[in-house]
């Protein structure tokens, strides 16, 4: 069984960086799609960033392209979500999760993280 834990989130200053790290456990991640959604309160959760096996597709939101760019190493069971230039309306809680494939969103048979809050300051 699955299980992702989010990790590198924090509190962060405008113009900052912060590396986002989605570990896998329970399983080998390579064969596995992972898209990295962020929900801020009073917004409805969105997608981010999407990144295929094989790295075939890297996908990211319009709000985030150019800032943020999504990366895995499947020897370390591990994707990441690297934010740069980060500003205010970026704060939120991150999550990572296994999609079908990139532009779709998880479904039952989907696993989900627990979550890492950023936040970034003014």
């Known amino acids: 069984q699955l299980q992702l834990v989010e990790s590198g989130g924090g509190l962060v200053q405008s113009g900052g960086s912060l590396r986002l790290s989605c570990a896998a456990s329970?399983?080998?991640?390579?064969?596995?799609?992972i898209g990295w959604f962020r929900e801020a309160p009073g917004k409805p959760r969105e997608a981010v960033s999407c990144?295929?096996?094989?790295?075939?597709?890297?996908t990211y939101a319009a709000p985030v392209e150019g800032r943020f760019t999504v990366s895995r190493d499947d020897a370390k069971d591990t994707a990441y979500l690297q934010m740069n230039s980060l500003k205010p309306e970026d704060t939120a809680v991150y999550y990572c999760?296994?999609?079908?494939?990139?532009?779709?969103?998880?479904?039952?048979?989907?696993?989900w993280g627990q979550g890492t809050q950023v936040t970034v300051s003014s």
């Open positions: 990144i295929s096996t094989h790295e075939s597709t890297k």
């Open positions: 329970g399983g080998s991640l390579y064969r596995f799609t």
């Open positions: 999760a296994t999609v079908d494939r990139c532009g779709q969103w998880p479904d039952g048979y989907d696993f």
